[in-house]
């Protein structure tokens, strides 16, 4: 009986599983019949590869066609496996040699004339045919690029189903992509520098202390004092990403279908800015027999930017608490858990109330009830404002101060380079951890490996004491003490980061 078996990768949130496609041709009523748990853009694979088939001048064979994806417990989706299940009976049928499949992965999408589209998530795919020792990689040619940034596997770009079945006869060999260029450091999606941003010396002193460390920030304060143009030059303060975060990131972007074709690997802390009418899917991730990431994954090792916090619903902000915490995010669905890397820098920006004529030198007076007032700013849970760690009140700087601090400004370049410098320092102390950044270190693993004296911490003990902060937010407090001793070229911090470190943790603290 006619059997051959070709390889796919089947992508659940970031990770590849691997597939093994069976065609089994059998006597009796010529048709396909399709197993495996497969989705309904799979059932559909039926007519597109037997057109494909046709279409490229072969023959379809006249028999009773079962195709089986295993693991069969797996759920699998998309159009990703319409290149293997067409191999797999091409090869059955003896069109190609079956020999020649069970070497190879193959990924891509066949359109009715033959041709092979570009699919998603083609470098978490790749990434697990690598683990799993399968050097030969056939991919759609506009996938090429992104499945070459994975090195010792052997990428094979195709352009159409006739090309494949000759490099499956040894007629031809085509050429192997030579990895793209990384992107520029300019091409991170936001303006200005921080030179733009008059006055402000709190507000730009919490964007340094967030970037060193990579912490949350959260900045309140009327409009036009400078808390988005703040918050779009964070990204232009943050060191370009490492290798092995570059393919965490790309393989987020892969997945989620917005990694540019040109330049395929992001090396660049991605930014997101999204609308206050963004939903907890749009942020988290959706979708049912394929989940893809959100905003918040896309994120992953970047910043996340909610401007106008109050404005977005209450369940949409809450739904960001758990991945704060746990720097990844699970989405369950009836048949499939989807897990997805959301490792981000979250900063919020919002009015002190509905109508922004609140205090300042140059306020009009509020018209808001203090209900009103009240009401506005709770939409930011007491949970959710415990996880971050800056929380910084801005007023709209005078006309005074716009002209002082007019020919004084430090550029983004002169404080990202005290930033790579505290990320440096803070990387090596933390060799042979798995964190990367002081905002990522639990507390009790400050405490116990890093132990300080008693003296150094008081501030912050007496802080605790008197119930301005919980558990976590000492936790917090000791965390950016441990930033501002890395941006002083310190070994350990004292008084004085402390001190500062509760400034910016707790808004009008005095000791």
């Excluded at 370009?240 to 990694?259: M, P, Q, Y």
């Excluded at 951890?433 to 008081?458: D, F, H, I, Y």
Aim: hydrophobic share 45%; aromatic share 4%; proline share 9%.
């Amino acid at each position: 009986m006619p059997l051959a078996r070709s390889r796919a990768v089947a992508v659940l949130g970031v990770e590849g599983h691997l597939v093994e496609v069976e065609a089994d041709l059998a006597i009796g009523i010529p048709r396909l019949t399709l197993i495996g748990l497969p989705d309904a853009s799979l059932h559909e694979a039926r007519d597109r590869i037997r057109a494909a088939v046709v279409n490229s001048g072969e023959d379809w064979p006249n028999h009773r066609i079962t195709v089986g994806l295993f693991p069969a417990t797996l759920p699998k989706a998309g159009s990703g496996f319409d290149l293997a299940m067409a191999v797999a009976v091409l090869g059955a049928a003896a069109v190609v040699p079956s020999a020649s499949l069970l070497s190879r992965v193959f990924i891509g999408e066949l359109a009715l004339d033959g041709r092979v589209r570009e699919v998603r998530g083609v470098l978490p795919a790749v990434l697990r045919a690598a683990a799993a020792g399968i050097e030969r990689v056939v991919v759609p040619a506009a996938n090429a690029a992104e499945a070459a940034l994975v090195p010792g596997t052997r990428i094979e770009p195709v352009a159409t189903l006739a090309g494949v079945l000759a490099l499956l006869r040894g007629e031809q060999a085509p050429d192997v992509p030579v990895p793209p260029p990384a992107r520029p450091a300019a091409d991170d999606g936001t303006p200005g520098d921080l030179a733009d941003v008059a006055g402000q010396s709190r507000g730009r002193l919490a964007i340094e202390v967030a970037a060193a460390g990579g912490h949350h920030l959260y900045m309140q304060g009327p409009p036009g004092s400078g808390k988005t143009m703040l918050a779009e030059r964070l990204p232009g303060l943050l060191p370009a990403l490492n290798r092995e975060a570059s393919l965490e990131v790309t393989a987020v972007h892969s997945v989620a279908g917005v990694l540019p074709a040109d330049c395929p690997m992001v090396t660049r802390p991605p930014f997101r800015n999204p609308h206050h009418s963004a939903t907890p899917a749009a942020l988290i991730g959706s979708g049912s027999a394929v989940v893809r990431p959100g905003l918040a994954s896309q994120a992953h090792r970047g910043i996340l930017l909610l401007d106008e916090a109050p404005e977005f619903s209450r369940l949409a902000l809450d739904a960001l608490r758990q991945p704060l915490e746990s720097g990844a995010i699970e989405v369950a669905r009836a048949r499939v858990i989807a897990r997805f890397p959301a490792r981000f820098q979250l900063v919020l920006a919002a009015n002190p109330c509905p109508c922004s004529k609140a205090r300042g030198p140059r306020a009009t007076g509020c018209e808001c009830p203090s209900l009103v007032r009240r009401r506005y700013l709770a939409r930011l849970s007491g949970p959710l404002l415990d996880r971050i760690d800056i929380q910084v009140a801005l007023s709209a700087p005078s006309r005074a101060e716009l002209r002082a601090d007019v020919d004084r400004c430090e550029s983004s370049t002169a404080v990202a380079t005290r930033v790579a410098r505290a990320r440096r320092l803070a990387s090596a102390r933390l060799a042979g951890t798995p964190w990367r950044a002081n905002a990522e270190v639990p507390g009790p693993a400050l405490r116990r490996q890093w132990p300080l004296p008693a003296r150094a911490t008081a501030l912050a003990e007496r802080a605790f004491e008197r119930g301005m902060l919980t558990a976590r937010g000492l936790d917090r407090v000791l965390r950016l003490a441990w930033t501002l001793a890395d941006l002083a070229d310190l070994p350990a911090p004292g008084p004085d980061q402390f001190g500062i470190a509760l400034e910016l943790r707790l808004p009008g603290w005095a000791a």
